[in-house]
């Protein structure tokens, strides 16, 4: 079993190493690439609940006769070309 003198001997060992500034970078690095990937997540996640929503929005306009099916359609169509282009975004 690791007592606590122990566990702080090591901890002190590692710190004193030449290796300490590599593995804290090293660990600060893998942290960040974590964040980013769940902050990418996250983003594409709700990025697809606001089209939804959209299309949801748009197609009770449509149903109650507030709007033009091919208006709608436009809608839905505009900004399309671009919207998803690899490598504009933070999140490719």
């Known amino acids: 079993m690791l007592l606590l003198a122990d566990l702080d001997q090591i901890i002190h060992d590692v710190i004193r190493s030449p290796f300490s500034i590599p593995l804290a970078a ?28 959209t299309k949801r929005e748009l197609a009770a306009y449509v149903a ?25 975004g933070t999140c490719t």
């Open 26 to 53: 090293i660990i600060f690095g893998c942290g960040a690439w974590m964040v980013r990937g769940i902050g990418c997540a996250v983003s594409r996640v709700l990025g697809a609940r606001g089209k939804e929503q």
């Open 64 to 88: 109650e006769g507030t709007l033009d099916p091919d208006k709608a359609a436009a809608i839905l169509d505009a900004g399309r070309p671009g919207a998803n282009v690899k490598g504009q």
